[in-house]
């Protein structure tokens, strides 16, 4: 696709299950970054790939949050032990090389988490 | 201290009029900025950058900055009831954190 791509759109789960939320950037883009937002907040960072150096993971929220990056494509946020304070949209943004200096990221359509 | 501080409105303004949205950053170490529209229930998007102190303008956007002040700011001019959405103002760093920085967030309303 053309397109950030992340799935699942939206995510119910009970509160104590883990989830596991997929980003596909935009092919050749070696920046991935995963934010989350939640209602009527602005954006908050969670974690940044940028090649094959190690990851910014100062975002993270908890050890309950995870992620990794495969093959420097795909990348996959993980929540262990989902509590009600993690619902959110989580967002995923990809970009070129130089990207995050010119400030252009790439937004997919989000992942809404739902924690009952 | 928040990094970024934004009003979170809503700013309301007429169809035809000027928008002003303002933003503060408290990192000195702030290289390049950022404004980003999000629509709502939609994805933030990049509408302009700038990275050095002045005015950048680009169509019926302008974008100042003072890095003394630790400013930042966007125009609109002749504000059309699309650009009513959230604008998010968001910076990066050459050393550090190389993620964007986001602010919470402007609320525009364009009354038609």
């Known amino acids: 696709g053309a397109g950030v791509s992340q799935s699942p759109s939206n995510k119910v789960t009970e509160k104590g299950k883990d989830v596991e939320l997929r980003c596909d950037p935009i092919?050749?883009?070696?920046?991935l970054y995963w934010y989350r937002q939640s209602l009527g907040q602005g954006l908050e960072f969670l974690i940044y790939?940028?090649?094959?150096?190690?990851?910014?993971k100062s975002g993270l929220p908890s050890d309950r949050f995870s992620a990794e990056r495969t093959g420097g494509s795909v990348s996959t946020l993980t929540i262990q032990r989902t509590q009600q304070e993690d619902s959110a949209v989580y967002l995923c943004?990809?970009?070129?090389?130089?990207?995050?200096?010119?400030?252009?990221?790439?937004f997919g359509e989000g992942s809404r988490l739902t924690v009952l | 201290q928040k990094e970024v501080e934004q009003n979170s409105g809503p700013l309301s303004v007429p169809e035809g009029a000027i928008a002003s949205l303002n933003c503060t950053y408290s990192?000195?170490?702030?290289?390049?900025f950022f404004w980003y529209r999000q629509y709502s229930g939609k994805s933030p998007e990049l509408i302009m950058s700038?990275?050095?102190?002045g005015d950048k303008e680009d169509g019926r956007f302008t974008a100042q900055l003072n890095k003394a002040s630790q400013y930042v700011s966007l125009l609109i001019r002749d504000s059309q009831p699309s650009d009513s959405a959230t604008y998010l103002c968001?910076?990066?760093?050459?050393?550090?954190?190389?993620?964007?920085?986001f602010g919470s967030g402007t609320r525009l309303q364009v009354q038609p």
């Open positions: 943004a990809s970009s070129p090389p130089s990207g995050s200096v010119r400030g252009e990221l790439f």
């Open positions: 092919s050749g883009h070696t920046a």
């Open positions: 790939f940028q090649g094959n150096s190690a990851p910014d």
């Open positions: 990192d000195r170490g702030s290289q390049s």
């Open positions: 700038i990275y050095s102190n």
């Open positions: 968001a910076y990066s760093m050459d050393t550090g954190r190389r993620a964007l920085t």
